[in-house]
């Protein structure tokens, strides 16, 4: 990595074109399609939002709406046909490849439906490799990785290799493992999909609650209601469009999920 990467990528000093808010994502325009065969297939078309800091957003919408192609738009995975992504005042589509891979390192926090723990690492290697990969110092990391798994219950399985973890216990190593590096949001993409419901609520809460303490926006893609009703917000991807459809602090009549702490501070979008 460069100092320039470095800097470019540090939020506290961000370069370049400035979003016109301070909201941490705004996203103006987008489009994305894909080529199938001969025939060009328009998966976002013209989508807007704006997502403040420290916020939790859930994200529905029938398999193959473009969900998941939405998140790896956020995250810098892939790029779009049109528009642009601010994310704390920087625009993506002025990223080089290094900047993007800069930019993931230390802005997101990627988790999937899939732990993908490498399956030779213990439970605490596996934590720190976000780190590891972003070149900290390796005390710091340790003791980040271990707090961070003392947080979500599983002090007693740094040395664990995968294979001796449950299903439940490998998707909250997933969990500490995105926000090994601090970073500024979330992207959580079906993260209990594969679970059965009790684990998929107890890794669900630990996300929203880890997210709260350290303020961290958090975009969730779920089909699971009892999840997305957790969310501060919630929107829906329908006919390549994002529809709002729910602020919970606008709307206080709004049921919570008896799960969830009755401490969420007021935002607004
Ligand atoms: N790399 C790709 N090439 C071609 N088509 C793709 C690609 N990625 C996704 N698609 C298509 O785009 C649509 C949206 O996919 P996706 O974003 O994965 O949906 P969701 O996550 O909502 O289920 C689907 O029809 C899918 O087949
Ligand atoms: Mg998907």
């Not at 994502?25 to 998966?43: N, W």
């Not at 994200?59 to 994310?87: A, E, H, V, Y």
């Not at 399956?119 to 976000?130: F, G, S």
């Not at 090994?180 to 594969?194: C, H, I, K, R, Y």
Request: net charge negative; with cysteine; charged share 25%.
């Amino acid at each position: 990595m460069s100092n320039e990467d470095e800097k470019t990528c540090n939020p506290d000093r961000p370069e370049g074109p400035k979003a016109p808010t301070n909201a941490l994502i705004e996203v103006h325009g987008l489009c994305k399609s894909y080529l199938s065969g001969t025939e060009r297939i328009e998966i976002l078309k013209d989508v807007d939002l704006t997502i403040p800091r420290a916020v939790s957003l859930a994200l529905l919408g029938q398999s193959g709406s473009g969900k998941s192609t939405f998140l790896n738009l956020l995250g810098g995975l892939d790029r779009p046909d049109s528009g642009d992504i601010f994310c704390a005042g920087e625009n993506l589509n002025q990223h080089s490849e290094a900047r993007l891979t800069v930019y993931r390192q230390k802005f997101v926090g990627f988790i999937f439906q899939h732990h993908y723990m490498l399956k030779d690492l213990t439970a605490l290697e596996n934590v720190m490799l976000p780190a590891r990969i972003a070149g900290k110092s390796r005390g710091k990391s340790e003791k980040r990785a271990t707090e961070l798994l003392h947080a979500v219950g599983l002090g007693d399985r740094k040395k664990h290799l995968p294979h001796m973890l449950s299903g439940g216990e490998r998707q909250r190593i997933a969990v500490v493992r995105a926000l090994m590096n601090e970073p500024q949001f979330v992207l959580a993409d079906e993260p209990t999909g594969s679970l059965d419901k009790e684990n998929a609520l107890i890794v669900a809460m630990l996300l929203f609650s880890l997210c709260r303490d350290f303020g961290t926006t958090m975009i969730l893609v779920t089909h699971d209601p009892s999840l997305s009703a957790m969310a501060d917000l919630q929107y829906s991807l329908e006919n390549m469009r994002l529809l709002f459809k729910q602020d919970r602090c606008r709307e206080p009549s709004t049921t919570k999920s008896e799960t969830e702490s009755s401490e969420s501070p007021t935002r607004e979008p």
